[in-house]
């Protein structure tokens, strides 16, 4: 995996490893269909949003990944930034994976923003936003 990190100055080294530490963490999880520590590192007022308009909550977020109706094989995360303000943290990465969707092949590429909150410390990703890559002008 490929993924580079830029931070503020103003964010400490511990809170941006520890958030890119749940970054990590959401992405082994979600390619391995991980159903307790997905339901560990989400809130239940989770809002995902897929880069076709889909929102799902985290009910249905996780079921998707585990009955295999959104299968990713593999995911990269690249062009990684990580903006912490108190309590809150956004992220934002391009998404590179292979996915096999309902048995159904597939490659995506898309930016992601990732909004996370920091409950009884530990970081949960309570929102989450893709979009298609714009075409070049």
Known sequence: ????????????????????????????????????????ITTNKLSYGHSGGKIEDQTQFISSLTSGKSDFVTMDLSEQTTAISGKTAIVRHTLT????????PGNVKIYVLLVWAKVKGDWKLVGRQATKIPEKY
């Open 1 to 40: 995996m490929a993924t580079s990190f830029t931070t503020a100055n103003a964010q400490s080294k511990k809170e941006n490893d520890q958030i890119n530490a749940a970054v990590e963490t959401l992405r082994k999880a979600i390619v391995e269909a991980d159903k307790t520590v997905l339901e560990k």
């Open 97 to 104: 994976a292979t996915t096999n969707d309902g048995g159904k």
